[in-house]
């Protein structure tokens, strides 16, 4: 008998076999007075997942199942949880622990927290236990990263605000995105699209800033106000010094990546901020470029507790739906649907869904 509680989920076993998806039985976290346990109904698909089994953003624990984008049922709460019911619709994003006592964490700033711990990949003290993602039958996760989903928002719409959404929401509302606010999205992605639908809902003018015009129409479609091609002549003359926010999405940051241009574009003391994490790429900074506006650069990660149970209030009281394909879970479809994801052949998100099915009611 295994000396601790057991899920099954979808793993892979290396980088180099990334393609490779394993069924497979594996051991879970002693369930803690502070834990929920959940069946999972639904798990967004994140590039995050795509970095991680391909060895992208290094060495991993392996075998792992990832996906942090989880949607499921409340099945058992522990003796000392406040904050969520059994039988409730709830989400766990990308992040599943922090020590909730340092000054960050007492501050809503959890997700900064020296001891925070990865939903998965990460290696539980005591136990030598290394946390598992969500293409699993289940999840146990402390309360305080246990989100109630509300009634308005499909799950399968829920699911990607979890980490894709949470990672653009933080900066625009720390960051003032609302009315009288000029707000661009560089990309419009998997993160980019929820940018777009999340600065518009906040009241912000929103613009989109791409290589060319190819995804003009959905921009638009999603309400952007304005929508600049890197690739035309003199593509920012028109706007310098007219933006407050840049939140940039890009994945890469090459010879063509232009961050004079883009910097250019803020109004004094503008600030921009990067939440891509691309692999093995270098922001190249003039300090000759920071001068003429004394603009701001920074970065972002997730979100607080607080900011993402506001960002699915959002989200429920104006309707805001992430455009989302949604794909039935098994081994064959899941390794499809990352290849596809690597290929960035999605609009915007993916979600894999039919858990019961796949696990059994």
Request: charged share 20%.
């Amino acid at each position: 008998m295994p000396q601790y509680d057991q899920y099954t989920g979808f793993q892979v076993k290396s980088p180099d076999t990334w393609k490779e998806v394993h069924k497979n039985s594996f051991d879970v976290k002693p369930f803690g007075d502070y834990d929920v346990e959940i069946k999972i109904e639904a798990c967004g698909v994140c590039s995050s997942d795509i970095h991680t089994v391909t060895g992208g953003w290094g060495d991993q624990h392996f075998p792992l199942a990832v996906g942090h984008e989880i949607v499921g049922k409340a099945l058992r709460v522990g003796p000392k949880v406040t904050l969520i019911k059994e039988g409730q619709r709830v989400g766990v994003g990308a992040q599943s622990y922090s020590c909730l006592n340092c000054r960050q964490c007492k501050n809503d700033n959890e997700t900064y927290c020296p001891d925070q711990k990865d939903t998965y990949g990460a290696v539980w003290p005591d136990t030598g236990i290394v946390t598992q993602g969500g293409y699993s039958s289940h999840v146990r996760t402390h309360e305080h990263w246990v989100f109630p989903i509300p009634d308005p928002i499909p799950s399968e719409l829920a699911a990607p605000m979890l980490c894709a959404g949470i990672t653009m929401y933080s900066p625009l509302v720390r960051n003032g995105a609302g009315p009288g606010k000029k707000v661009a999205i560089v990309g419009l992605g998997g993160l980019g699209h929820f940018g777009v639908l999340f600065a518009k809902a906040l009241g912000a003018e929103t613009w989109v800033i791409s290589r060319t015009h190819s995804k003009e129409e959905d921009a638009k479609k999603m309400g952007a106000d304005g929508f600049l091609a890197t690739a035309d002549k003199n593509w920012n003359e028109p706007h310098k010094m007219t933006f407050d926010l840049i939140v940039s999405t890009a994945n890469a940051f090459g010879s063509e990546f232009d961050l004079s241009g883009y910097l250019s574009l803020l109004d004094v003391h503008g600030k921009w901020v990067s939440v891509g994490l691309p692999e093995n790429e270098t922001l190249q900074i003039k300090p000759q470029d920071l001068i003429s506006n004394g603009c701001l650069i920074g970065s972002s990660h997730l979100g607080s507790r607080r900011e993402m149970l506001e960002m699915l209030k959002l989200a429920a009281d104006k309707g805001i739906k992430s455009w989302v394909e949604t794909v039935p879970i098994n081994a064959e479809n899941l390794s499809k649907t990352w290849q596809r994801l690597h290929k960035n052949d999605v609009k915007y998100r993916f979600t894999m869904v039919d858990y019961d099915k796949e696990f059994g009611a």
